[in-house]
């Protein structure tokens, strides 16, 4: 575990940048589209050399998104690297993927849901900083607010990174602590593995789409038996959508699941966090120190 992690620097206009796909396959409309919304912010797009390349749901076979994501790690050229998408894959070539050249040239990684692993990755083993955001497979069609995409630049460049929101909230207090978190699932994937997030004293993230109510029960339980949620600052909720209900009816909604597994403990549970699989879905950086303030009305997540 790293005590004080590398800020990436920030972008300019006419860095250069990469999108890669570590995980499913992308449409090459999609990825037009990313490249032209990205040049519009100043920036020159080098694309991965397997990036449109398709290995059944994945974009490429694992050599083929490890040759990509390794090539664009090692370009001391490339600030900042986008991940095309999720879905799944980042697990299987993880740990075959080389940081190390981070340390000299360190840079922005994007990206959420699967990429949670490699988030976890570069904070917990390398000490890096990077950015849970909205990836290129939704940088068009108009289903992502204007503040995913203002938020996203921020981030990037070095502007103003304060979320604010209407959250429902519990045991409310103001916490300040590291960031760390992302997919429920795949921070459950990651559980015995060097990349495993040191919890103690940081301000926990958690999102999740499309999973059984029992499969949310069964990781919180899991994360409560580990010992992940015991001590930690405050737990931050964002996006709970297309959760599923088995034959039986489950009878919670994801809130009360959430609240039932850390109704022992005394830290702040906050909800409907803008981040995540929804159409606000706020860029902020997963490593980097924040506090949680509330002026009776709104939440305020602040970096420090």
């Known amino acids: 575990m790293h005590e ?22 992308i449409d090459e ?18 694309t991965g050399r397997n990036l449109l390349k398709r290995w059944g749901p994945y974009a490429g076979t694992d050599q083929e998104r490890i040759s990509d994501l390794q090539a664009m790690t090692d370009n001391p050229g490339i600030k ?35 990429i949670t692993v490699i988030h976890m990755w570069l904070n917990e083993i390398f000490g890096i900083v990077s950015i849970h955001g909205e990836m290129p497979l ?8 204007d503040e995913t995409f203002s938020s996203l630049h921020n981030a990037l460049f070095g502007g103003n990174t304060t979320i604010s ?23 459950y994937s990651l559980m015995g593995t060097r990349a495993e997030p040191a919890t103690r004293g940081r301000i926990f993230f958690i999102e999740e ?8 029960d069964r990781m919180m339980a899991s994360l409560k038996l580990s010992g992940k949620l015991g001590r930690i600052a405050g737990l931050i909720v964002g996006g709970l ?3 599923e209900e088995t034959k039986t009816p489950w009878g919670r909604t994801p809130e009360e699941i959430i609240m039932d597994a850390v109704s022992e403990f005394n830290f702040p549970v906050i909800f409907d966090f803008p981040a995540g699989h929804i159409p606000d879905n706020r860029a902020f950086y997963i490593g980097k120190r924040a506090k949680i303030t509330s002026d009776g009305e709104s939440v305020f ?3 420090i």
């Open 29 to 46: 409309d999609k990825i037009n589209k990313a490249v032209l919304f990205l040049e519009g912010w100043g920036l020159n797009v080098i």
């Open 241 to 243: 959508n297309r959760m």
């Open 138 to 145: 939704n940088y068009s069609g108009g289903e992502k607010t």
């Open 80 to 114: 900042a690297i986008f991940c095309s998408r999720g879905g799944y894959g980042s697990l299987r070539i993880i740990g075959k993927t080389d940081f190390s050249s981070l340390k000299r040239n360190p840079k922005w990684y994007v990206g959420f849901s699967d």
């Open 301 to 303: 997540f602040t970096y």
């Open 209 to 216: 789409v499309g999973e059984y109510l029992y499969h949310l």
């Open 165 to 187: 929101w209407e959250g429902r909230s519990y045991r409310f207090r103001e916490v300040a602590g590291e960031v760390t978190g992302g997919n429920l699932s795949l921070i």
């Open 4 to 25: 004080k992690k590398i800020m990436p620097p920030f972008l300019r206009k006419g860095d250069e940048v990469a999108i890669v796909s570590p995980a499913w396959a």
